[in-house]
């Protein structure tokens, strides 16, 4: 059974710098794509960043491109997001998620495990 455990939230003054970690039990870390999204409080679930299942390529979203870094450790089957330049509007729940070759989609709906979040508060 796929399981996803982000870690690594908190609360940090804009600015700052958060490192998100995901560790993945019950799969093969380097057969799979992984991708971060998150969701603010009354918005939809947005596309963060992702990393394909061969590292070869990684896709971000443009608010956190420049700022955001994605990259996986297959022998720790963990994949991180790193956090620099934190704004109030990066505040939201983050969530990890994985598909089986998965080649580094944008689409929550190409996903089919995911973590159960991790809170990030960014304040101003």
């Known amino acids: 059974q796929v399981q996803l455990v982000e870690s690594g939230g908190g609360l940090v003054q804009a600015g700052g710098s958060l490192r998100l970690s995901c560790a993945a ?15 603010a409080p009354g918005k939809e679930r947005e596309f963060v960043a992702a990393i394909a299942w061969s590292g070869s390529s990684t896709n971000y979203a443009d608010s956190v ?5 994605i990259s996986r450790d297959n ?3 963990t994949v991180y997001l790193q956090m620099n330049s934190l704004r109030p509007e990066d505040t939201a729940v983050y969530y990890c998620a994985a598909v089986k070759f998965g080649s ?3 689409r929550h709906n190409d996903y089919d495990s995911w973590g159960q979040g991790t809170q990030v508060t960014v304040s101003s």
């Open 25 to 39: 039990s019950g799969l093969t870390l380097r057969w799979y794509g992984m991708g971060w999204f998150r969701q």
């Open 65 to 69: 491109k420049g700022r955001f870094t």
């Open 75 to 77: 022998v720790k089957n």
């Open 104 to 106: 580094g989609s944008f």
